[in-house]
C-alpha cells in the first residue's frame, strides 16, 4: 500500500512540475514577482519539486480579487469628476495592467474627439454650401 501513496504522489510532483514549466513561459514578463522570467524558468526546470513549490509561492502574479467592482456596472458620464473616478477604480490592478487601460482609453477617447471634428467639419462644409 505504501508504494501505491508513493507513486500518486509522485505522479502528483510531475503534473505539478509541468503546470510550474507551462506558467513560467505563458506569464507575461512583467508580471513574474521577485526575479526575472529566465531566471524562474530555470529553477523550475532543475528543481523540479523545490522550484515549483517557490515559483507558486514567490514567483507567479498574485491573483486579483474576486469581488464585483460596482462602478463598472454605472453609466459612465464625461465629466472630469467621472473620469477621475474611472481612473481610481484601476488601482487595484498591476501598474503594467493600469497603464495599458489608461492608455486604451486615452486612444478610445481621441478616437472618438477625431469622429466629432470629422461631423462638425462635415456640419460646417454642408450648411457653407447650402446657404
Known sequence: MPDIVAGVIGIALVFIWIYCLYDVVTTHDALVRNLPKIAWFVIVLLLPDLGSILWLCFGRPRLQSQRVNVDRFRPRGTGVADRELELSSLDH?????????????????QAQLQRRENELRQRGIGDSTES
Do not use: C, D, G
Not at 490592478?93 to 477617447?109: C, I, K, N, S, Y
Open 93 to 109: 490592478l498591476h501598474p503594467v495592467v493600469r497603464e495599458r487601460e489608461e492608455l486604451a482609453r486615452l486612444r478610445m477617447m
